[in-house]
């Protein structure tokens, strides 16, 4: 089946370093991916998407590529504030007739330290 | 315009109880579907609605169950609780299959 998986946390970092999150996944067809943000106490709010191969999704300052040849979708982002500390989830959708479920990676905790 | 909101936020109930969830989708929106969160785990599906129908379904035992009501909005009904039960439910809610998953900010349900 469908599976994601991401570097474990937690990852600690100070505010204008460079961030990555790997993101890997094992998937049958083409999958469309996702990156995933949760505030503390708040629920998932969408980051970035990417439906093909090669696809870049971005937002915030923040990138992700499709890379089909490796399976990833890694999360990056140049210079990280102390706004951005959350769990990131990487996902994956693969959408068959009437089936539409996202598989989640666990998730990485991200700490960003003025 | 209001998102996915569900209610409510926060609930303890005790190890063999029945518990109801509620999820009201974003306007617009008439597919819901229902996650669970263990604590320090991504999102597992449990299943999702459409046109008032399970349409489909995770690897949930029969105890979970659910319902959609003609104006689009769900419930998820727990019986038997274990304590094991215990976690964050995300409802969340999209327009069509080519549009993305909209979140609510969960249910955090304890089961003691």
């Known amino acids: 089946g469908d599976s994601v998986t991401q570097m474990e946390g937690p990852v600690t970092l100070s505010e204008e370093a460079f961030l990555t999150i790997n993101c890997t996944y094992t998937?049958?067809?083409?999958?469309?991916l996702f990156w995933y943000v949760q505030y503390p106490g708040e629920g998932l709010q969408l980051l970035l998407k990417a439906t093909k191969a090669d696809d870049k999704g971005s937002n915030k300052g923040f990138e992700a590529t499709y890379r089909k040849e490796t399976t990833s979708f890694h999360l990056e982002k140049g210079s990280v504030q102390v706004s951005d500390s959350a769990v990131y989830f990487c996902a994956l959708l693969n959408v068959k007739g009437s089936n539409y479920k996202l598989t989640f990676g666990k998730g990485t905790l991200l700490t960003v330290n003025p | 315009d209001a998102g996915v909101t569900q209610s409510p936020t926060h609930l303890i109930k005790t190890r063999g109880q029945q518990v109801t969830l509620r999820c009201s989708p974003k306007s617009g929106h008439d597919t819901v579907s229902w996650y669970q969160q263990a604590l320090g785990q991504g999102p597992q599906f449990i299943f999702q609605y459409y046109e008032e129908e399970e349409r489909q379904r995770g690897n949930f035992p029969d105890r979970f169950s659910g319902h959609q009501f003609p104006n689009y909005s769900s419930e998820l009904n727990v019986n038997a609780l274990l304590l094991g039960d215990s976690a964050l439910y995300l409802c969340?809610?999209?327009?069509?299959?080519?549009?993305?998953?909209?979140f609510g900010n969960g249910t955090r349900l304890t089961v003691t």
């Open positions: 969340a809610s999209r327009f069509d299959r080519n549009s993305p998953l909209h």
């Open positions: 998937a049958t067809g083409y999958p469309s």
